[in-house]
């Protein structure tokens, strides 16, 4: 039988089975082929149609069936490892692919490891800060208990508690002023003195009403429940609300004492300078602070009936500046 029959009639035999055969399989098994030709033409010349013929064919054939499905194991291992391979690398292929190519699935269960391990940090980090905190609490404690002296300062500091201590709201302004007074000790028994002129007072918490500008002195003297006694004292600046009275326009020095001079009141002035004068510039008469003019000249003469002009300049004691000027008729 040629090599070729053989070949066919293997194909022929596995005609559905599909393999895929290396080529230099192939070349392996027709070499076979021709080693054990020689034994199959001898038995064929010897008994054409005989037993030993078709034994030897069967028994070439299971060889190459043989030979083959070995073949066919071994490249199904290899394909099989192949792909556990090829899975894993997908594995950690996905690992390196980026979030976006993900699935859904895949995008959550990363998202999950992710936040298990931050809250497994953060839960981590808690208890360092925990021991941490511990730690400096007992150290402070530990301070605290070998400083005998911070301990007796501060028992001395609770213990040693004011007996007068004065509040006083508000402690300035302009006349009239109203004080409120408190004393915010733990003394029972209060005098309260203010230095204007008025008398003092035990009223537990008095409000006093300065009326004239200038600085005072209040003064607490408090006695506690052991009859210890204790003095405070605060001051109160009072300023002087300045002002100048409406300026007369006429006067008639006649002596009848009826509007017989040129006057006009002013409260909390600190200095003041005045000039009454003709309609020539003539200075005729002047005056500094509070004063008044009776119709007479400088040298004393009784000026002429007739229209006079002032200008009166001043400076309150709060600082407030003023400067009035007019005319004034003068009749007699």
Same mark, same amino acid.
């Given at each position: 039988?040629?090599?070729?029959?053989?070949?066919?009639?293997?194909?022929?035999?596995?005609?559905?089975?599909?393999?895929?055969?290396?080529?230099?399989?192939?070349?392996?098994?027709?070499?076979?082929?021709?080693?054990?030709?020689?034994?199959?033409?001898?038995?064929?010349?010897?008994?054409?149609? =005989?037993?030993?013929?078709?034994?030897?064919?069967?028994?070439?054939?299971?060889?190459?069936?043989?030979?083959?499905?070995?073949?066919?194991?071994?490249?199904?291992?290899?394909?099989?490892?192949?792909?556990?391979?090829?899975?894993?690398?997908?594995?950690?292929?996905?690992?390196?692919?980026?979030?976006?190519?993900?699935?859904?699935?895949?995008?959550?269960?990363?998202?999950?490891?992710?936040?298990?391990?931050?809250?497994?940090?953060?839960?981590?980090?808690?208890?360092?800060?925990?021991?941490?905190?511990?730690?400096?609490?007992?150290?402070?404690?530990?301070?605290?208990?070998?400083?005998?002296?911070?301990?007796?300062?501060?028992?001395?500091?609770?213990?040693?508690?004011?007996?007068?201590?004065?509040?006083?709201?508000?402690?300035?302004?302009?006349?009239?002023?109203?004080?409120?007074?408190?004393?915010?000790?733990?003394?029972?028994?209060?005098?309260?003195?203010?230095?204007?002129?008025?008398?003092?007072?035990?009223?537990?918490?008095?409000?006093?009403?300065?009326?004239?500008?200038?600085?005072?002195?209040?003064?607490?003297?408090?006695?506690?429940?052991? =009859?210890?006694?204790?003095?405070?004292?605060?001051?109160?600046?009072?300023?002087?609300?300045?002002?100048?009275?409406?300026?007369?326009?006429?006067?008639?020095?006649?002596?009848?004492?009826?509007?017989?001079?040129?006057?006009?009141?002013?409260?909390?002035?600190?200095?003041?300078?005045?000039?009454?004068?003709?309609?020539?510039?003539?200075?005729?008469?002047?005056?500094?602070?509070?004063?008044?003019?009776?119709?007479?000249?400088?040298?004393?003469?009784?000026?002429?009936?007739?229209?006079?002009?002032?200008?009166?300049?001043?400076?309150?004691?709060?600082?407030?500046?003023?400067?009035?000027?007019?005319?004034?008729?003068?009749?007699?």
């Amino acid at each position: 039988m040629k090599n070729n029959n053989l070949e066919d009639l293997f194909k022929d035999s596995f005609e559905n089975f599909e393999a895929d055969v290396n080529p230099n399989v192939w070349k392996n098994i027709k070499a076979g082929i021709k080693e054990g030709d020689s034994g199959v033409l001898a038995k064929f010349k010897f008994n054409k149609i =005989g037993v030993n013929a078709i034994v030897a064919i069967v028994s070439s054939v299971a060889a190459i069936i043989g030979t083959l499905l070995v073949m066919n194991l071994g490249s199904s291992n290899s394909d099989k490892s192949k792909a556990v391979n090829s899975e894993n690398n997908s594995v950690v292929d996905k690992k390196a692919v980026p979030s976006q190519q993900l699935s859904a699935d895949e995008k959550a269960k990363s998202v999950k490891g992710n936040k298990e391990e931050q809250n497994t940090s953060t839960v981590q980090n808690i208890n360092k800060s925990l021991i941490a905190t511990e730690q400096k609490t007992d150290n402070k404690v530990v301070n605290v208990k070998n400083d005998k002296q911070k301990i007796n300062s501060i028992i001395n500091t609770l213990s040693d508690e004011p007996v007068a201590l004065i509040n006083a709201s508000p402690i300035g302004g302009t006349v009239p002023l109203f004080v409120n007074l408190s004393n915010k000790g733990i003394g029972k028994t209060n005098k309260w003195t203010f230095n204007d002129g008025k008398k003092s007072t035990t009223s537990a918490n008095p409000v006093h009403v300065f009326e004239n500008p200038g600085i005072y002195t209040v003064t607490l003297t408090s006695t506690n429940s052991e =009859g210890k006694v204790s003095i405070d004292s605060v001051e109160v600046e009072v300023t002087g609300n300045s002002s100048i009275s409406s300026i007369p326009t006429e006067f008639s020095p006649n002596g009848d004492k009826i509007n017989d001079e040129f006057v006009f009141k002013s409260q909390f002035i600190a200095n003041m300078t005045a000039v009454i004068f003709d309609k020539n510039g003539n200075i005729i008469y002047t005056w500094e602070g509070e004063g008044k003019w009776d119709g007479k000249d400088l040298k004393g003469k009784n000026v002429k009936i007739g229209t006079y002009f002032y200008l009166i300049s001043a400076v309150g004691i709060d600082g407030k500046k003023f400067e009035q000027k007019g005319s004034i008729n003068l009749t007699r």
